[in-house]
């Protein structure tokens, strides 16, 4: 149900028309389960806009390499079929006249840092998902603020004033409902999905709607003639376990409105990655390996920031036609120094043939363990002065910037390729 009492239904979203927006959690007892979803509108557009008073009303794209993909795209420039991780080139086409910008993520960071300040000043438990969106467990908050709804208002309304931007607000009795209801009405929307009208909401469901059902999950569905709740709903739990394993049960679950993850305040991100598109097709193997220097530098960074080591490190490479391919290595022990994640992924590249140019290049670390004091069987000098170069380097970039000094090896010109914002919006901003 939207602020307008109804849910506001294109074709494939038919669901059931319920009372007022008021009435939705009004017999909800008071110990139930709210969940609440903020997603930001649109929002690295959003924020070039409210930058910028000119951009307004028009088409604007975040991502201009014609090598690149559109890390984010307004509503304006939607209105001609653009949409993230589409190609710049496709871009630009369906829309020529669209304003292409860089993006400027550290820009992105401040703001978002702003709105899950309000968040969590209003909400007792925020789990921040990624950069422009959180979920709050606003159970047992009604003597407080009064229904559900209020907080929600409020939060749109405080959002609003501090950033003039606009978010859209779902709530339901868990977290997979309330992003289904978040995306429902966008943008500016607030809808709610009371327990009571779960199973007729869920009832006429596209399953492509439910996060984690992705296009591979949904054609195999498909195969087996399974396109809609109901047809999942027409078989046991049991049943979908023994053909899909953890997926089936994931997927009866959904289709029963299940959903028991909780809330969980300063969720740390499981790996640290970074990866560019050159900007010419390469089989350079030396121009590669210095990407993946530069890569480990900023990973290495984020690493120490976030005061945790890991033990596996992954290659990704993109072909010119646009196959893939990732590797992995685990390392005798975690870290988090540079020239360490550097030689691992080295090394991985080493061991790769390149049968066609290399479009891609990524680096990551997972596997992650807390930092620990070290004691050592042998005294390792060398690992000594890798981390102190490390640390004496990250003083210089947290007081000079981050382009205050570069290991001669990592001496590229921006130029010559184009940073992925879309996969760095996709990871939890905590501290990074």
Known sequence: MSDSGKYDLTPDRAAPTIGTMDESFKNVPDFKRVILHVDMDAFFT????????????????????????ASAASYEARKYGIKSAMP????????PHAVFLPGRMSRYREISVKIMNIMRALCPVVEQASVDEAYADISGTRRIFGPPENIARRLKAEILAATNLTCSVGIAPNKFLAKIASDWNK???????????????????????IPGVGKQF????????????????????????????KRGAFLHDRACGIDDSPVVPGSDPKSCSAENTLDRD??????????????AERIGRELRGLGKKGLTVTLKIKFQDFSSITRSRTLTRPTDITTEVFEAARTLLATEKLPQ??????????????????????????????????????RIRDKFGNKSILRAEAAIREVDTTNDLLSQKNRTSNGQ
């Open 88 to 95: 710049i080139v496709q871009a630009k086409k369906l829309c």
């Open 46 to 69: 959003s924020v070039e806009q409210a930058d910028d008073p000119l951009l307004q009303g028009k088409p604007v794209v975040i991502g201009q390499s014609l090598r690149g993909v």
């Open 187 to 209: 943008p500016g929307g607030l809808t709610c999905i009371p327990p009571s009208d779960v199973p007729a909401f869920l009832r006429d469901l596209p399953l492509g709607r």
């Open 282 to 295: 390469t089989l350079d193997r030396t121009l590669l390996e210095r990407w993946l220097l530069i890569q």
């Open 218 to 245: 949904q054609e195999e569905l498909r195969r087996i003639g399974v396109t809609t709740v109901p047809h999942v709903l027409a078989h046991p739990r049991t049943y979908w376990s023994e053909l899909m394993g």
């Open 357 to 394: 140019p290399v479009r891609l290049i990524g680096t990551g670390v997972s596997n992650f363990r807390f930092v620990q004091a070290e004691l050592p069987l042998m005294p390792d000098a060398g690992r000594k002065r890798s981390q102190q170069l490390d640390q004496t380097m990250d």
